[in-house]
C-alpha cells in the first residue's frame, strides 16, 4: 500500500473516484495504447473496491423488517459495548445504537429506547 502513496496519488485516487472513470477504467490508460504508469491498474482497482464498498455500505437502506430480524445482534452488540465499560457518548456513536434508535422510532411500542437499554444493562453487569 504504501507504494501507492506518493505526491499526487491523492489526486490521482480522486480522479479515479469520479464515476465517470468508474464506468470505464479503460479511459486510465494512454491513449497511445501503451502500457498505463506503474501502479494506476492499482488505484483503479483500488478506486473501484472503495465505491463499491460505500454503495453497499451507505446508499443500501436496510428494512424494518432486517431490523427486527437482528434486534438480538444489535441487543449483544450493546450488551459487549456496556461489558467492555465504554461511555455512554462511546456507545451512541456505534452501529447497534442507531439502529436500536432507529426501531424504537418507527415502532416505540415495541421496541424500547436505546438508552433505557443501555442502563438496564449498566444495571445488570453492575450487580
Not at 24 to 33: A, I, N, R
Not at 51 to 78: H, R, V
Amino acid at each position: 500500500m504504501t507504494a501507492l502513496i506518493g505526491p499526487g496519488a491523492v489526486k490521482r485516487l480522486q480522479s479515479a473516484l469520479d464515476p465517470r472513470s468508474l464506468a470505464d477504467p479503460v479511459t486510465q490508460l494512454p491513449p497511445s495504447g501503451g502500457s498505463a504508469r506503474p501502479g494506476s491498474q492499482a488505484i483503479i482497482q483500488l478506486a473501484q473496491s472503495v465505491a463499491a464498498m460505500s454503495q453497499a455500505t451507505f446508499t443500501t437502506a436496510l428494512t424494518i423488517g432486517e431490523l427486527e430480524a437482528n434486534y438480538a445482534l444489535y441487543c449483544k452488540a450493546m450488551r459487549i459495548l456496556v461489558l467492555e465499560e465504554k461511555t455512554i457518548q462511546q456507545i451512541r456513536r456505534s452501529v447497534c445504537w442507531h439502529r436500536l434508535e432507529c426501531l424504537h422510532q418507527c415502532l416505540p411500542r415495541q421496541y424500547k429506547n436505546p438508552e433505557h437499554l443501555y442502563f438496564l444493562l449498566k444495571r445488570e453487569l453492575n450487580s
